[in-house]
């Protein structure tokens, strides 16, 4: 740290993303990426339309996207805001509407960066604790009269809460804006966007990074009341007006226009979710359930820290944290099929090793 810092952040602890090693090859189940490429049409969108066009700006507004997305949703383009990546979103999301008077409430053992935005803009902010199996209990977030964060599925556990139970945490804040992040959504969970047109504070986030295969592309948006977009809208252009580049807006509407496709992936990843936990119960591991294309499991014999060191000995990554409550678990990617068999005879040997 330079003496030049502002107070403010010096003793700021910034967010750790997972490990993206570029000198080696491993077989990369740590960051929920797709094991699939873009669709094709994704491709030729980005080398004919666009690379030549690099030397002008993108659309500020990103008229085109939005309403195709506006589109693909049954929403109006007014209810659309798009983010470079999610994590762009949940900046803008604890810069605009949260601060001393309106603090924020999210699960203690959720998704790394809620806590850092908190940190970031030095709000107060509850770390509310999951009840028994990292089970997220709504009533901890009716009437709590604080904006409220919730991804859901659930980082890194997987599990899931309902639209009925979401429902009742929004309705029962209506001061208050209550944000899921569906960056999980499309793995066989039931989106709340629905709600969208009944509730005013009702934010949905998603994710061009998982299920789109887009996770280097950096897209996110949120759909939501068109006075919380307008919202967003003015901390955006207070910001960074030209947030998303031309490449990513013009792949993203051929995703878009190629739907069937992710869904077809989607599908993959579901049975090879199925599988994977299948496999790991018969070698003694325990998993919770999981509605999103990772799993958060155990090993009874062997510590979480032990499985990771050893998978990544052996090429594979995984993700481990040390905080003490989770210490136990790792978080795996649901890749290939090809991949998870070669997850599992890791893991087999490890355990015929250190078990
Ligand atoms: N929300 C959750 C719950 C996540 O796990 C992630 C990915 N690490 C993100 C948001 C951010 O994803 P991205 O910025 O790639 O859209």
Known sequence: MSKFISKRFD???AYVPGEQP?????VKL???ESPFPPAPAVLEAVNAAEINHLNLYPDPEGKVLRETLAKHYGVKLENVFLANGSDELLNFFFMTFCDEEKPVAFPAVSYGF???YANLYRLPYDAIPLREDFRLEPEDYCGIGKNVVIANPNAPTGRII?????EKIVKSNPNHVVMID???IDFGGESCLPLVEKYENLLVCQTFSKFRSLAGGRLGFAIGSPALIEDLDKIKYSTNSYNINRLTMAAAVATIENDEYYVNNSRIIQANRAYTVEELGKLGFETLPSKANFIFTRCKTVDGGTIYRELKAKGVLVRHWDKPEIADWCRVTIGSREQMDVLLEKVREILKEVG
């Open 30 to 32: 740590n960051t929920n």
């Open 22 to 26: 570029q000198d080696m090859q491993y």
């Open 11 to 13: 003793t700021l602890e």
């Open 162 to 166: 309902s639209v009925d139970e979401i």
């Open 114 to 116: 809620y806590p850092v």
């Open 182 to 184: 569906e960056a999980y």
